[in-house]
């Protein structure tokens, strides 16, 4: 029997629902505020990649990103980048020159970096990074560490931790605090069989990812493949990563870059297809959610529910491409950071690379949405596991009633939707009240039935 604990539980997927009526599963995208990027390719930032992580220091709450900056000439063969680094006081506005961290050297490709905290037991290895670097060296993934986010030491002297045998450029960390251990996503590029939606089997090289873990940031386990193209998805689908992590009571939420080098943006010059290596397209690029239960298996959405899609504007700089890199709770609010592509995912890459910011509340990944004529959820038998409940709603033109019965299904003398308030406001965490007190039923197997009317229902927390 599932208990639920303390904390925020998401309505992101079916877990929590056994039954419903009347119900849609909508994924809420969040907002663009900005008709602008934040970082450029310009000079005094230099951006050039997709790859981006913001953090906040716990002290003093700055706003602390690493990137990477173009320091590559048009003649050479190899790509180079500085480690990028930047700080801000609000999250939006941040003024350069970029400072260029030394300890990486040589850095192809990423700049992911997990904070550890101030009281980690190892200062020197607080900061951990993990990058790629490439020809005319020796093909891989590298790691560093650093006491301050500022001064880098590579880990064995450089030498990668591992590789999966093709370029595996693109890669994202993060620390799973529920099992107390990193996992790695990182990219596999070989050729791969697929039947896709449209019926078509498909051949080819295309970028797949894989999951690995590790204990110490140093050693790690043998990937395996957790996205890959199946009959649900059109095209040639494929990814570019999974950033922008965030963990919600059980779940571990990430943002999927999906990539479609088969499309082409409307308004795209015709030298942009040329640009793109051999694809039949400039190349194109949205974000979909993924996300975890038990740190293993992995579900996602699919083109059906984008969760950011580019601009429709032709000629935005967001208008080919829009991932999603990293993530950073402030607040009420989630800061979600992302690279946006002008015209394709090849051309112009030293001028069309930008980095954004948007908004979200927190947890409003996805809504449960009833129209005025309402709807129901049920969830499996349960143990609560606080005394207090709340719901993230937004009601203000409906309202939403929770109802507990007992395992057998027989609504709870002063716990039934007679005896509900009703949530008519808009709130992260509106309070949930009946006749009875909910410290009554703590421990005790029941269900869940939640009423709602012209409303959105993103979780329910627990204290």
């Not at 009423?451 to 959105?456: F, M, P, S, T």
């Amino acid at each position: 029997m599932l208990t639920l604990k303390p904390g925020p539980h998401l309505f992101l997927d079916d877990f929590l629902i056994e039954r419903s009526a009347g119900i849609e599963r909508r994924v809420i995208p969040p907002q663009r505020f900005l008709d602008h990027p934040v970082v450029t390719s310009g000079e005094g930032h230099k951006n050039w990649q997709c790859w981006i992580t913001v953090l906040r220091d716990p002290v003093t709450q700055r706003f602390r990103m690493w990137y990477d900056a173009d320091v590559c000439h048009p003649a050479e063969p190899a790509h180079w980048a500085d480690l990028a680094y930047l700080e801000s006081l609000d999250g939006i506005h941040w003024p350069g020159p970029y400072r260029a961290l030394p300890g990486v050297r040589p850095l192809s490709f990423g700049a992911n970096a997990i904070d550890d905290g101030p009281d980690h037991p190892l200062p020197n290895e607080r900061f951990k990074m993990i990058y790629y670097a490439g020809a005319p060296h020796k093909e891989g993934l590298r790691v560093a560490f650093s006491p301050d986010g500022l001064n880098w030491t590579k880990f064995n002297g450089g030498e990668p931790v591992f590789s999966f045998g093709e370029p595996s450029d693109s890669l994202h960390a993060y620390f799973d605090p529920i099992r107390r251990r990193y996992f790695l996503i990182a990219k596999n590029s070989r050729p791969y069989t697929w039947t896709n939606a449209e019926g078509r089997t498909i051949t080819k090289a295309i970028r797949r990812y894989g999951i690995c873990f590790s204990d110490d940031f140093k050693r790690w386990t043998s990937p395996r493949i957790i996205f890959a193209p199946d009959a649900k998805d059109p095209g040639i689908t494929e990814w570019y990563g999974m950033s922008g992590f965030q963990t919600r009571g059980d779940l571990i939420i990430g943002c999927l870059q999906v990539l479609r080098d088969d499309l082409t943006v409307e308004g795209a010059p015709p030298e942009a297809i040329p640009c793109n290596k051999g694809n039949p397209g400039a190349g194109t690029g949205y974000t979909v959610l993924a996300w975890t239960r038990d740190g293993e298996h992995w579900q996602r959405d699919r083109h059906t529910d984008k969760f950011f899609d580019p601009s429709p504007t032709v000629g935005a700089w967001d208008h080919a491409v829009t991932w999603i890199d990293s993530a950073v709770p402030v607040g009420d609010e989630l800061y979600l950071y992302y690279a946006g592509y002008r015209w394709g995912h090849k051309y112009q890459m030293r001028i069309d690379r930008q980095l954004g910011v948007l908004k979200m509340p927190r947890d409003r990944y996805v809504a449960r949405v009833a129209d005025s004529s309402g709807g129901t959820i049920t969830t499996p038998v349960v143990n609560l596991g606080g005394d207090a409940m709340t719901l993230n709603v937004a009601a203000a033109r409906g309202e939403v009633r929770v109802q507990i019965s007992d395992a057998s299904g027989q609504p709870i003398r002063g716990f039934r939707f007679a005896d509900c308030s009703p949530i008519i406001i808009d709130s992260l965490a509106a309070s949930v009240e009946w006749r009875q007190s909910l410290a009554a039923l703590v421990g005790r197997p029941v269900r869940l039935e939640l009423q709602i009317r012209q409303a959105h229902l993103f979780a329910l927390g627990l204290s």
